[in-house]
């Protein structure tokens, strides 16, 4: 008898721990409805692009510089003056310099993302669970910081494995939240992978946020990725993003 209760006491404490670990997502989820808002809002986003290529006989790389306006409200998300306004390449590449037209500066949906940011990352919490919670100082402010994981790896991600089933979707391998004192995201940062034969993509991305028109928005965005084949190339690809609320 005695060590049954103990079983069922420990049983117990197992799963009210898991219950407490999800508590903080669900505040945070419940938060996130909250900090969403169909006024008007108009931005300007400032879009830093820089690409580096290496192998054994030849480097590439291109930096550009541009900006765009976004304006969004009941109507709809609108784009206007989306401009590249600065441009340089080099290359050490045999023969003629390859360069390819620039494209748009901001897709639609990450234009969404930056003015939309709670529901951004409501779907961005989707499948990960809880693994630390604890209070931290995030810029001189008292913070709190959750660290979230997917619940499963794909077996590609375990060391020493790669997909044998053709290009997946990259998969988060971790990410940190800081909160505020109002319980909202004050910065976000991500590290996702994917794995194929002969090909490891590994990308991050740290975005801080601010609060405007009763909205969760982005105010700096960075994300770096890097691909590394075993035919010895390397690239990385950054892109820097600012936005500014007229």
Same mark, same amino acid.
């Given at each position: ?14 799963? =009210? !721990?898991? /219950? ?12 996130? /409805? ?5 006024? #008007? ?6 879009? +830093? ?8 006989? &030849? ?14 409200? #009941?109507? %709809?998300? &609108? ?7 600065? !441009? @340089?390449?080099? !290359?050490?590449?045999? %023969? ?8 748009? =500066? ?12 709670? +529901?951004?990352? *409501? ?18 402010? *008292?913070?709190?910081?959750?660290? /979230?994981?997917?619940?499963?790896? #794909?077996? *590609?991600?375990? #060391? %020493?494995?790669?997909? @044998? ?24 940062? !991500? ?12 990308? &991050? ?34 892109? @820097?993003?600012? /936005?500014?609320?007229?």
């Amino acid at each position: 008898m005695v060590g049954q209760a103990l079983r069922m006491a420990v049983a117990g404490g197992l799963l =009210l !721990s898991s /219950v407490l670990a999800a508590e903080p997502l669900k505040d945070l989820q419940h938060r996130l /409805v909250a900090a969403r808002s169909e006024q #008007p809002i108009r931005v300007k986003v400032d879009v +830093e692009l820089e690409h580096k290529e290496k192998a054994l006989l &030849h480097r590439e790389g291109f930096k550009r510089r541009g900006q765009v306006i976004v304006e969004a409200g #009941p109507q %709809g998300l &609108h784009m206007w003056e989306q401009i590249w306004r600065n !441009s @340089t390449s080099s !290359s050490s590449f045999w %023969g003629s310099q390859r360069t390819s037209p620039p494209g748009p =500066l901001l897709a639609e949906t990450e234009a969404r993302e930056l003015i939309d940011s709670a +529901e951004w990352i *409501e779907s961005f919490l989707l499948g990960l669970i809880l693994v630390d919670d604890r209070p931290v100082v995030w810029e001189g402010k *008292e913070a709190r910081l959750l660290v /979230v994981r997917p619940a499963d790896l #794909p077996p *590609e991600l375990e #060391p %020493g494995k790669a997909s @044998t089933e053709g290009e997946g979707p990259p998969v988060i391998l971790e990410a940190k939240i800081w909160l505020g004192a109002d319980g909202l995201p004050l910065a976000l940062e !991500s590290t996702t992978a994917a794995r194929l034969p002969g090909l490891t993509t590994t990308q &991050h991305q740290t975005l801080t946020f601010q609060q405007a028109g009763g909205r969760l928005l982005v105010a700096r965005s960075t994300e770096t990725s890097t691909e590394t084949a075993q035919t010895g190339i390397r690239g990385s690809d950054s892109k @820097t993003v600012k /936005v500014t609320v007229d």
